[in-house]
C-alpha cells in the first residue's frame, strides 16, 4: 500500500481508533493484522514469502540459543545462507544470468539467451536486512529470541517500516510493543504533522521534480553539456533525498500515532562537511546496519547494535579491505546493475581520500575547514547519484566527464525552468535548515507568535498538499 | 495549564488545517480552463475546422475518430492531404461569428480539385510529435501529400503528449519508427512511461486501486473542492509561469534561445518524416510558419535564420517542396494576447493571426501545392 493514497490514511485513521481502544494483547493482534493487510493490498502473491522468511527465521532463532557452538554456527549459517539465497534469487539471479551469458558470449562459447520472469517483492531488501541483524543478534548473544511469533512477525512487518525502512533493530521495537502506552493528544499531533511533513516532501517537490529528472535523463548523455550534468546530478540528488525521507517522515509520523518512537533516518545530509558525516546523516537506519553487520564485523572490532549513528566509526587504523566490500556491498543491495556498484565504490574512493585530507587540515580554523567541507562534499556527493540514476556505466562515464570539459559550460540543453527550479530548491534547503535550526528556535520561546507560524506554515503545507495529492506515484526505494 | 497547552497545541494543527482549505477556496478561479487553453483566454479563440458539417480538424488521437467519420461519410475515397502544424492553425486572434482557420478554406478548396485535406495541430506541437502522428496516419488514410509548419518557436519543445504517444500501442508504427534512430529513442521513453502507466493499469485491479477509486469518487461527491484540483493546479503553475516572468521582466519579445538537445531531436525527427514519405512516394510541402514581422522577432536571429537554412537544405536532400512563408501575413492581420506576466495587461501575439491571416496562409499554401500537383 502507498503511503501517498487515501486508502493509507483511511487504514491509518481506522488502526488508530481501534489501537488505542484496545488492551496491550489486541494491540499487537491489531499491529500484526494491520501490517499483513497494508502488505497484501499491493498483491498477496508476495505475502507468503514473507511470512515463510519470518516463520523460518523465528524457528531458528528459537532453537539456535540452546545448541552448542558448532550446532549454532551451523543454523546460523542456514538461516544467512536462506536469507541471502532468497535475495539474490529475487533481486540479483537475473542479472547474474545476463551477465553470465554476456560473458560467455565474450569468450566465444554461444548460449541461447532464456528469460526468466521474476519480480522483486515489496520491501524484501529491507526485511531481509531486519531478519538478518535479528538472528545474528540472538547468535551472538546480544538479545534473547523472542518467544511470541506474534510479536516477532510485528517487528519484521510492522506497517509504517515495513517496504523502504528505517531499518530497525529488534531491541528498539519489541519492547516498545510490549509497554502499555496511555493515549495522549502529543502523539497523535506530532505524528500528524510528521505525516503532513512527509506528504509534502512527497507529493508536492519529489513528484514535481520527478518529470524534469526523468527528461534530463532521456537526453543522450554525449549531448549533455557540464551545466546539464551539475544540474542533473543536484536535481536527482534532491529528488531521491526527499522521496525518501518523506517517506520515512511517513513511517515515523504513523508510528508516533500509535506512541511507538522510531529514529530518524535523515538529518539535513547535503550539510554534512565530509564523506564520514554524510553516512551519518543520510539513511542513517541502512549505513547503521551496514557499519554493525558488514564493516565492524570484517575490522574485528565492537559492534554497537543499534539503528542509529550512521557509518561513522573512529578507528585508529585505515584498513581499506573491508572498507572496499563494505561499500561494494552498499552498492549492491540498493540494485542489480553495475551502475549501483560504481556508486558504491565513489563512496568507497571519497571516504579513503576524505581519510588522507582529513589529518592535513587539523592546524585550520574550524570555520575554514567547515565551510571548506561543505563546499567540497556536497558537489561530490551530488555527482555520486549520476551513476544511481543512469542507465549504463557509459552513460555515467560520458556524464562525469562533462564537468572536466570547460567549453561546455557555455551550454545549456534542457528548458530554463530546469536550471531556475534546481537553484530555488538549493536555496530552499538552506534557507528551511537556517530557518528550522537557527531562527526558529529563537521565536520559539514566545508561544503566541510560534503558535500563528506554525498555524500559517500548516496551513500553507495543507494547501499544496491538497493540490498535489496523487497516488500514481511510487516511492523510489521501493525498487530496493 | 499544562491541559491548557495540549489544547492549544491541538489548535494550531487544527486552524492551520482550515486556514489550508481556506486557501485552497479563495485560490480557487472562478473560470475553469484548462493548462492548455490559457492562451485563448479574450483575445484568441481556439476553432477546429470544419466541411459540410463534419470535422476536417483534429488535434491528436483523441479526437481522430472525428477526422475518420468524416472522411468515411465525405471522402468518397479520395486521396488525403495531411496537414501538421500548431497551435496557429486552430486559432484565430480577435474572432468574428463565421471567422473559419486556414484548414477549414483549404480544404474546401482542395475538394473542388478532389482532394480531402485533414489537418493536425496542437499546442507547441514538436516534430518528433509529428513524426509519431504522420506514420500512424499513413495506415488510416490514402495518403498524398503531407504539409508541414515548421516552427521555430517549437524547436525547444520535447515532450511528446501521452495523445500522441498512443500511436506506438500500434504494431505498424513500432515497426515503422523502430527502425530509425529517434523512433528508438521514442520507444524507449514510451515504453518507460508505458511501464507506470501498466503498473497503475495494474494496481487498478489490486484491493488497492478499487478501494483508491472508491475513496477519491465519494470525496468527490461530498466535497467539491477535491474534483477541482486539476483546475487549482493549472491555476497554480499559470501564477508561478507569470510570476517567473515578471521577476525576469519575460515578455513575448523576449528572446528565445536554442536549446540543442531538443532542437537536434526534432531536425533529426524531421529529416525521418521526410524520409519515410519520399519511401511512401508521398510529395510534402515544407513551409516555414508565418510570424509577426513588424516589430523584433523575438529569437536570436543568427540562429532563426541557420533553423530556416538547414530546413531548406534538409527538404532539398529529400526531395521535399520547401517554401518560407513567414511574410505572408501583414502587421495589421497580427493581434495581441493576455499578458504572460503580471506586469503588463496584455502582450503582442506572435503567433496567432485573424482570420484575413488564415486566408492568406490557406492561399498560399493552395499556391504551393498546385505547383506540386500540376
Known sequence: MLFNSLSYLLLLFLFTILYWQSNLQIR????????????????????????????????????????????????????????????????????????????????????????????????????????????????????????????????????????????????????????????????????????????????????????????????????????????????????????????????????????????????????????????????????????????????????????????????????????????????????????????????????????????????????????????????????????????????????????????????????????????????????????????????????????????????????????????????????? | MKKFLLIKKDLTLIIGFFLGIILLYLFLPKNKISFNDLAYEEYTQRVMGYANGERVHCNDLDDIYLCIEGYKKNGNGDSVILWFGNSQLHSINSYSQGDETASSLLHMALRKKGYYLITFSQPNANLQENYLLFSYLLNQFPVKNIILSTVYDDMREDEIRTSIYKTLEDTYVLNEVDKTTIGKNLIINYKKKYLINNDTKAREETNQDYLENLINKKLEKIWQLWSERDTLRSHLFHNLYLLRNTIFQIDPTTIRKKILGPYTKNMTAYKEILNLAEKKKIETLVYIQPIRNDIKIPYDLNEYNLFKKEIATISKISGAYFSNLENIVPSKFWGKTSSINFKNKEDLDFMHFQAEGHQLLSKNILYELNKINK
Open chain 1, 28 to 480: 499487537i493482534i491489531l499491529i500484526f493484522a494491520t501490517s499483513l493487510l497494508f502488505y497484501g493490498f499491493s498483491g498477496l502473491e508476495f505475502l507468503w514469502i514473507l511470512l515463510f522468511s519470518i516463520t523460518f527465521n523465528w524457528f531458528i532463532a528459537k532453537y539456535l540459543i540452546n545448541l552448542n557452538k558448532s550446532y549454532r554456527f551451523f543454523l546460523l549459517l542456514i538461516s544467512l545462507t536462506f536469507n541471502i539465497g532468497l535475495l539474490f534469487y529475487f533481486k540479483y539471479l537475473i542479472f547474474f544470468i545476463n551477465n553470465a551469458l554476456l560473458f560467455s558470449n565474450f569468450l566465444g562459447i554461444k548460449v541461447d539467451p532464456f528469460f526468466l520472469n521474476i519480480i522483486l517483492p515489496l520491501g524484501i531488501s529491507f526485511y531481509t536486512f531486519q531478519i538478518i541483524s535479528y538472528v545474528l543478534d540472538v547468535y551472538q548473544g546480544t538479545i534473547k529470541p523472542e518467544n511470541n511469533f506474534i510479536l516477532f512477525s510485528c517487528y519484521v512487518i510492522f506497517f509504517p517500516q515495513l517496504v523502504a525502512g528505517p531499518i530497525l533493530r529488534s531491541s528498539e521495537i519489541i519492547p516498545q510493543f510490549l509497554k502499555k502506552t496511555k493515549f495522549s493528544y502529543d502523539h497523535i499531533i506530532v505524528g500528524l504533522t510528521m505525516i503532513l511533513y512527509g506528504l509534502f516532501l512527497k507529493v508536492v517537490l519529489a513528484d514535481n521534480i520527478a518529470p524534469l529528472v526523468d527528461y534530463g535523463y532521456s537526453i543522450p548523455a554525449n549531448t549533455l553539456s557540464a551545466i546539464d550534468v551539475w544540474t542533473l546530478a543536484f536535481l536527482f540528488g534532491f529528488q531521491i533525498y526527499f522521496d525518501f525521507s518523506s517517506y520515512s517522515h511517513i513511517a515515523i509520523g504513523s508510528a508516533r500515532i500509535i506512541g511507538i518512537y522510531i529514529p530518524e533516518n535523515f538529518n539535513f545530509p547535503y550539510l554534512a562537511t565530509s564523506p564520514k558525516e554524510f553516512w551519518k546523516r543520510w539513511h542513517i537506519s541502512l549505513s547503521s546496519w551496514v557499519r554493525d553487520y558488514i564493516y565492524l564485523p570484517l575490522v574485528k572490532s565492537k559492534v554497537f547494535h543499534k539503528s542509529t549513528g550512521g557509518f561513522f566509526i573512529k578507528l585508529n587504523k585505515i584498513q581499506l579491505f573491508p572498507l572496499f566490500i563494505t561499500w561494494g556491498i552498499m552498492g549492491f543491495w540498493h540494485g542489480a546493475n553495475w551502475t549501483f556498484l560504481v556508486w558504491g565504490l565513489y563512496h568507497f574512493l571519497f571516504i579513503c581520500i576524505n581519510r588522507l585530507i582529513a589529518p592535513l587540515t587539523k592546524n585550520l580554523s574550524g570555520i575554514i575547514v567547515w565551510w571548506s567541507g561543505l563546499i567540497f562534499t556536497l558537489p561530490a556527493i551530488m555527482l555520486a547519484w549520476v551513476p544511481f540514476r543512469a542507465q549504463s556505466i557509459s552513460d555515467v562515464m560520458i556524464m562525469w566527464l562533462k564537468i572536466f570539459d570547460l567549453k561546455s559550460y557555455a551550454q545549456l540543453n534542457m528548458r530554463e525552468n530546469t536550471y531556475l527550479i534546481t537553484v530555488m530548491i538549493f536555496c530552499g534547503f538552506f534557507i528551511t535548515y537556517l530557518l528550522k535550526k537557527r531562527i526558529y528556535h529563537q521565536f520559539h520561546s514566545k508561544l503566541f507568535t510560534s503558535k500563528i507560524f506554525n498555524c500559517f506554515l500548516i496551513g500553507f503545507i495543507i494547501f499544496f498538499v491538497i493540490i498535489f495529492f496523487r497516488s500514481n506515484n511510487q516511492f523510489i526505494y521501493f525498487q530496493f
